[in-house]
């Protein structure tokens, strides 16, 4: 009776698993997904203008490098990395549409890699195709890949130092060198990179307190904070002084305890996809192999989303859905730790082609910022450089959309004001004859009526361009000339 057995073990042992039937499809996989991420971020990476925060982003970043740090603490306030990084490329590449969103590009295809890798943890290679292909296809991760802001680089970085702070739970003393290296870059990179950290420190306290413990100390883990946190002591008088000026100046409108739902709606990018989006990741939840993976996603979600929704109710509106991305990578890997899990291969993909569909064809409407048209500077731009006469005024009621106005217009004939307030500072009498005042508003409290009512100026002209209105002025007792269109150009 052993032969017989024998030779059965002997064939099962030799029968080859389906991830050893194909190992040229796991080791391409993961190049391929990348590879798509990078080509669907290149793709129409300059059909948009550039706007007002790319706009100020690419003017810090044109300030030369003795006076960038200063230029960052007086527009943004925020850690100079991103604008540093910015700088040094357009200094290379120049400062084109194209080129100075490619850096978002490179970060948001390195956090796709970051999701590979923590999905590889959270249900093995079909978890990393159907996480990392959500990252690649979403249409909210797509607009922060191809927008000149910092909002990929705090992805990648929150998502690296994530699947770093497990290789510390597993004990490696280089996963906490590169954890040190990458979780202190993402501190220099936004402010709300401290609540990434925060998650970090849930997870472990919990890690510390269930079996099987970490391979890790609470001695070692201190010590790795506070390596982190220092590297950061050069910024943090600054970022004390912009967390105090919070109150005065942050423009997030009040919301409600909504506000949580709709982030998580804004992340799926459609309703359809939110709901099926869940349910694979309460499966994945369950069904993880590394139980770290849910914590993880879990204490992101609280740190990231929850947390700055409640504090905006008690202080004051702190949060944006963009503020926390970073808790995105850990929802797909779930979401792929869920597909995994589903038996048989057949129904995996479908799962699969429903989760990446959804977003892209919703039709439900939904409040994402994803799909968003950006304010149209370039069709301004092109407008008032071929309208303007020398000798003329453009006035502009936001100081820093100046950096927007002079991306696209060269006219140095042309008198630049920039103001703030309900009036422009120009008296109607003072005005050269023959002159035209451009007014361009963007954002601001004031409407363009109530600014043109306020120096008793005549409107000539007003062409509509998407978020920012132009309107060629005259003096009240002056005759209007020229052609008045309306309608959107």
């Known amino acids: ?206 890690s510390l307190l269930r079996r099987p413990k970490p391979k890790v100390s609470i001695g070692l883990w201190l010590a790795i904070q506070g390596a982190t946190a220092l590297l950061f002591v050069p910024w943090l008088p600054t970022q004390l002084r912009w967390t105090q000026s919070v109150a005065k100046t942050f423009w997030i409108p009040p919301f409600g305890v909504g506000e949580i739902l709709r982030a998580f709606w804004v992340y799926a990018d459609s309703l359809p996809a939110l709901i099926l989006l869940t349910v694979f990741v309460i499966v994945g939840m369950r069904q993880a192999k590394d139980k770290r993976i849910p914590l993880l996603g879990a204490a992101l979600t609280l740190a990231c989303v929850i947390l700055p929704v409640i504090l905006s109710l008690i202080v004051r509106p702190l949060f944006t859905p963009r503020y926390g991305i970073v808790c995105t990578g850990a929802i797909y890997a779930l979401a792929g730790a869920g597909v995994a899990a589903l038996r048989p291969a057949w129904a995996r993909g479908i799962a699969i082609a429903a989760l990446v569909a959804l977003p892209l064809i919703g039709s439900w409407p939904h409040p994402s910022y994803a799909g968003h048209e950006k304010d149209d500077w370039r069709g301004a731009g092109a407008y008032l450089q071929q309208s303007m006469r020398p000798g003329d005024y453009v006035a502009i009621n936001v100081p820093n959309a100046t950096m927007a106005y002079t991306y696209y217009v060269n006219r140095p004939d042309v008198e630049l004001i920039a103001f703030a307030g309900p009036r422009i500072p120009l008296g109607v009498t003072s005005v050269r004859r023959g002159a035209s005042v451009w007014l361009v508003v963007h954002a601001a409290r004031e409407t363009p009526e109530q600014i043109i009512a306020a120096g008793g100026w005549h409107v000539a002209e007003q062409p509509h361009f998407r978020g920012v209105h132009v309107y060629r002025l005259l003096p009240s007792s002056a005759p209007a000339s020229g052609p008045k269109p309306n309608g959107e150009i």
């Open 1 to 206: 009776m052993t032969e017989p057995v024998a030779a059965i073990q002997v064939d099962a042992t030799a029968a080859p698993t389906p991830n050893e039937r194909a190992p040229g499809i796991r080791a391409f996989a993961l190049p391929a997904v990348l590879l798509l991420a990078a080509a669907w971020r290149l793709h129409g990476l300059d059909d948009q203008s550039i706007w007002y925060d790319e706009a100020l982003s690419i003017g810090i970043g044109q300030t030369p490098f003795a006076q960038l740090i200063d230029s960052v603490k007086r527009f943004e306030q925020t850690p100079p990395l991103y604008h540093l990084l910015l700088s040094g490329w357009m200094r290379l590449f120049g400062d084109s549409e194209f080129a100075v969103r490619v850096p978002s590009v490179i970060a948001g295809v390195m956090a796709c890699w970051a999701t590979w890798r923590l999905a590889e943890r959270a249900g093995g290679f079909v978890a990393a195709c159907a996480a990392t292909l959500l990252m690649v296809l979403s249409p909210f991760q797509l607009v922060y890949a191809q927008e000149a802001r910092t909002y990929a680089l705090l992805l990648a970085l929150g998502l690296w130092s994530s699947e770093f702070l497990l290789r510390i739970l597993d004990g490696s003393r280089v996963g906490g060198v590169l954890y040190v290296l990458v979780a202190s870059a993402m501190l220099w990179t936004h402010p709300f990179s401290a609540l990434v950290l925060l998650a970090h420190n849930l997870v472990v306290t919990f």
